[in-house]
Nanobody
């Protein structure tokens, strides 16, 4: 089992940047594929980005491709989401998630594939 705690959210102007962190504790971090999701008010939780256990070839939703970067530091048991060129439509609660069943090179894209979730961190982008 793993516990996930997000941090780094806040209020930022359009065009600005934020860096989210998700610290994991419990089972060995490198055994999890990791993902970021977000949920805006009145909307379903949507996939943003994911990174394999290997750390290679992350995958992004089209809405954030070229603006967001996911990375992981297994030594620190932390996954990051660097967000640049933020837009008001990026406003949401951001969640990190862990998939404990992924093969080393597999990248889970569906919400249902993730076993563990953090509590979320609010990101608000003002226009």
């Amino acid at each position: 089992q793993v516990q996930l705690v997000e941090s780094g959210g806040g209020l930022v102007q359009a065009g600005g940047s934020l860096r989210l962190s998700c610290a994991a504790s419990g089972r060995t971090f490198s055994s999890y594929a990791m993902g970021w999701f977000r949920q805006a008010p009145g909307k379903e939780r949507e996939f943003i980005a994911a990174i394999r256990r290997s750390g290679g070839s992350p995958y992004y939703a089209d809405s954030v491709k070229g603006r967001f970067t996911i990375s992981r530091d297994n030594a620190k048991s932390t996954v990051y989401l660097e967000m640049n060129s933020l837009k008001p439509e990026d406003t949401a609660v951001y969640y990190c998630a862990a998939d404990g069943d992924a093969y080393y090179y597999y990248i889970p894209l569906s919400r249902t594939e993730y076993d563990y979730w953090g509590q979320g961190t609010q990101v608000t982008v003002s226009s």
